[in-house]
Nanobody, 130 residues
Framework: VQLQASGGGLVQDGGSLRLSCAAS?????????????MGWFRQASGKEREFVAA????????DYARSVKGRFTISRDNAENTVYLQMNSVKPQDAAVYYC???????????????????WGQGTQVTVSS
């Protein structure tokens, strides 16, 4: 399973950015994207990796960290094997490396802990200019 995150870059304070995470690999092809709960996490310099947003296998359940709720939107397109994170009203404290993660699960729910995920992307840097 490979997860390729993209879309990071430099954004102004108050601006918007959309991150994408494309999933691929033999396992994904066998089970299908709708067998995987997905999540976004971030890690700022010198800090631990923290939960940002999570979405269930079919997109019915969604969770957000309190710090991003109302500003960020997670979504997924299972036909395209892709999950998105729309970031609006970006703040300087949102600057971090953003990681997408996947968990193969038969259950329709969300997961907010890093330990719940089996697969991780390489991360994409988000820098905020103030």
């Amino acid at each position: 399973v490979q997860l390729q995150a993209s879309g990071g870059g430099l954004v102004q304070d108050g601006g918007s950015l959309r991150l994408s995470c494309a999933a691929s690999g033999r396992t994904f092809s066998i089970y299908g994207m709708d067998s995987y709960a997905m999540g976004w996490f971030r890690q700022a310099s010198g800090k631990e990796r923290e939960f940002v947003a999570a979405i269930s296998r079919r997109g019915d359940d969604i969770d957000y960290a309190r710090s991003v709720k109302g500003r960020f939107t997670i979504s997924r397109d299972n036909a395209e094997n892709t999950v998105y994170l729309q970031m609006n009203s970006v703040k300087p404290q949102d600057a971090a490396v953003y990681y997408c993660a996947a968990r193969h699960t038969p259950y329709d729910g969300t997961y907010v802990d890093t330990s719940s995920y089996e697969y991780w992307g390489q991360g994409t840097q988000v820098t905020v200019s103030s």
